[in-house]
């Protein structure tokens, strides 16, 4: 059987922030949603092969090769310079990999992971390669015990969902907004679909974490906060809810002017879910 290939921008190796334990991290090229505050824009494209980054890059790793730009890892530096040239907010380091390159990875960094979390990007847009890779983790004895995590905007539909969460063991679901008409502005998509994602994610006892980013004067008002509130009282249960802070670092466009949203009040609104009832309510660890 032939096994999809994936676009992945980037491998961690370890991280320690992408869910339970010791992570390694797969950023898939490509996005649904165009965030104005994403953290990783490079990621939301898929490369046309125009070639307007290579004359960016300062090492001549990046080359025109038969109308398809060439990336040599052996000669990046890193510097980023062909990202910020790229006129998608695509990447041409975005290489493609098989799910036996992954297990590869994985077999060679074992001892020191609790699991892989697939994030973005947006993951579920190659759920094929996704289901492909985490059902051959879990059917590999090396790997037994490496936990499988999805890190998604949730915009995957409820048959998608059907057959990816088989497989996985978590999933981390980004809320950006619950007024659909902020959410549109702020991603260019409904969040009908995200709010479902969380519910079905939560009733197959998948939903290890719903992630809420706190901009200020757009997702910190008191409106969504209720809306918040009332959406994870009616999952129901236990919910662990991790409240990110804005900080422009990473963004582009208008995003780099906004402010950070202030501590206190990241800390006020945990207090108010935890005085709600709600939680385990999990705050930034690092403020910018
Ligand atoms: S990040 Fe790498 S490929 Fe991109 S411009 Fe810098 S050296 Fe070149
Ligand atoms: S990464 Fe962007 S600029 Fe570079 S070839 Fe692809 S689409 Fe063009």
């Known amino acids: 059987m032939n096994l999809p290939l994936a676009r992945i921008s980037k ?19 490509g996005c649904n949603f165009a965030c104005a505050a994403c953290h990783n824009p490079h ?27 060439v990336f ?10 062909c990202l910020k040239a790229c006129p998608i907010s695509a990447s041409p380091m975005a290489l493609p990999y098989a799910v036996a390159d992954i297990l ?5 960094n074992r001892a020191f992971l609790s699991g892989i979390t697939v994030s973005g990007g947006e993951p579920t847009l190659q759920s094929g390669f996704v289901r492909a890779l985490f059902a051959a983790i879990h059917a590999d004895p090396a790997l037994t015990g490496l936990t499988c995590f999805i890190d998604s905007n949730g915009h995957l539909g409820a048959q998608g969902w059907a057959a990816l969460l088989p497989v996985t063991d978590g999933v981390m679901l980004d809320i950006k907004a619950f007024e659909p008409a902020l959410h549109f502005a702020m991603t260019g998509r409904s969040n009908a679909r995200s709010l479902s994602s969380a519910r079905i994610a939560h009733a ?7 992630r809420y980013l706190m901009i200020p004067d757009q997702t910190d008002s008191d409106a969504e906060i209720r ?4 959406f994870c009282q009616d999952l129901g249960g236990p919910l662990r809810i991790r409240l990110n802070a804005f900080h422009r670092q990473g963004t582009a466009g208008a995003a780099q002017n906004w402010p950070s949203i202030p ?3 990241v800390e006020a609104v945990g207090e108010r879910l935890g005085s709600e009832g709600l939680g385990p309510v999990i705050l930034p660890t690092v403020w910018l």
């Open 72 to 81: 040599d890892p052996s000669l990046c530096t890193q510097c980023d310079d």
């Open 43 to 69: 990621t939301i494209g898929q490369c046309n092969d125009c070639g307007d980054c290579i004359p960016a890059c300062p090492t001549a790793a990046l080359t025109m090769v038969a109308g398809r730009v």
């Open 227 to 230: 809306q918040l509130i009332r």
């Open 204 to 210: 197959a006892g998948k939903l290890y974490e719903l």
């Open 104 to 108: 590869t990875l994985l077999h060679q």
């Open 263 to 265: 501590r206190s009040r």
């Open 11 to 29: 491998i961690l190796p370890w991280s320690c922030v992408d869910g339970p334990g010791n992570r390694m991290v797969l950023f898939m090229q």
